[in-house]
């Protein structure tokens, strides 16, 4: 698979801008780079045909639908990750694995809602009770 690059066009005080990536069918491989704090709301939504995505150290907040309905197969958070908020993750059907390892990480309502073939992961301590 050959990785995407996002272009500075699409980032924003170490944002990636809401909706950047909406539907976007080229997507099938990610790398977010170091320095991206925040994924804007939607800004990869709907991306079916997205299926790997490397999450930088540097990652700190993921916003509401950010990857929703997109074609995640796993998800390897960093420690760091503060907050993935309300459906970050929302019917990624595709999506069997995901490992939030941060133990001060805050995980919205429906982060994970819908995603009936996630079976495997870690989340930290706290989940469901560290909910906003």
Known sequence: MERFEIGNDKIVNGRIIEGS????????????????????????YGCANLREVSFPSSLRYIREEAFGESGLTEAMLPAGLELIEEKAFFNCESLRRIDVPGIST??????????????????????????R
């Open 106 to 131: 805050v995980i919205g309502r429906d982060a994970l809602g819908c995603c009936d073939h996630l079976h495997e992961g870690y989340i930290a301590y706290g989940y469901p009770e560290k909910t």
């Open 21 to 44: 990536f909406v539907e976007d069918p080229e997507i099938t491989s990610l790398i977010i780079p170091e320095g991206i704090t925040d994924i804007g709301e939607l800004a990869f």
